[in-house]
């Protein structure tokens, strides 16, 4: 299935694979460029296995910018892991749904995921500019209720379709837990590793990874996840939303032109 891609293509994909770790890791909804760059760059796969291999790329970019988060900044590991694992079971569950998705449905549901998160970063312009101040422990009814919202929901979605969980992680943590967006994002990306595990368990059971492709941009995901929550850490948010701004909208764009034009 891998035999056609040329070297060009595989480069191409690697260094989205790369942006993608860095967006994933300093603001989440890295999975939004880099799903729709292998829909393009794999037209003759399988939805399955295109879901598959993002999150086989995935998974290393996320955990790198969680080892970095938990070594530098203050968080709160033992709610994220009970998130986590909530998550976890939620993304298996949606994953054992996506095998039956058609590429007809799969490119309308993730671009009207990405035109809600772009509509979000446009009329919430204060998003992601600074971190609020620090708020109490959370109750246990909060932590509850980020359990079901962040961990059982938004992990579902994670296994079904996946791109934009970063962001809707970072968005579901601190409203409910009223985190501060450094720390929300930190806390998303632990549990965003959860759920990689989770659907890339069912993933690799059902063989829909092309670990050919997958290996390669894993290395370069990787790097970008690490470097990227280094710079969340020191500079803050404001450049990555316009470049994330940018990137939806010339997404958007090609997915329309691929679903309708021609």
């Known amino acids: 299935m891998t035999h056609d891609?040329?070297?060009?293509?595989?480069?191409?994909l690697c260094v989205a694979a790369a942006a993608a770790g860095w967006i994933d890791a300093v603001v989440g909804g890295g999975g939004l460029l880099q799903l729709p760059a292998l829909l393009v760059g794999l037209p003759h796969a399988a939805p399955a296995y295109v879901l598959g291999t993002n999150k086989a790329v995935a998974i290393c970019g996320t955990s790198a910018a969680a080892v970095a988060y938990t070594r530098r900044a203050a968080l709160d590991v033992r709610t994220a892991v009970r998130i986590g694992l909530a998550?976890?079971?939620?993304?298996?569950?949606?994953?054992l749904?996506?095998?039956g998705i058609d590429s007809s449905v799969l490119r309308p549901l993730i671009m009207a995921v990405l035109l809600a998160v772009l509509a979000f970063v446009l009329f919430r312009p204060g998003f992601g500019a600074a971190a609020t101040v620090p708020a109490l422990p959370p109750s246990r009814r909060r932590v509850l209720a980020a359990i079901g919202v962040a961990g059982l929901g938004i992990g579902f979605y994670d296994g079904l379709i996946g791109p934009g969980t970063g962001t809707f992680l970072v968005l579901a943590l601190a409203g409910i837990l009223r985190m501060d967006l450094?720390?929300?994002?930190?806390t998303s990306k632990i549990v965003n590793t959860c759920t990689n595990v989770g659907a890339l368990v069912t993933f690799t059971v059902q063989g829909t990874v092309l670990w050919q492709v997958a290996l390669p941009m894993a290395v370069f995901n990787l790097a970008g996840g690490a470097t990227g929550a280094r710079m969340a850490l020191k500079r803050g948010t404001g450049f990555v939303r316009g470049?994330?701004?940018?990137?939806?909208?010339?997404?958007?764009?090609?997915?329309?032109f691929d679903q309708w034009g021609g």
């Open 87 to 95: 998550a976890m079971a939620g993304s298996l569950g949606g994953a």
């Open 5 to 12: 891609i040329s070297l060009t293509t595989l480069l191409v």
């Open 243 to 256: 470049v994330l701004v940018v990137v939806v909208v010339s997404l958007v764009c090609k997915l329309a």
């Open 182 to 186: 450094v720390a929300a994002s930190g």
């Open 97 to 99: 749904f996506a095998a």
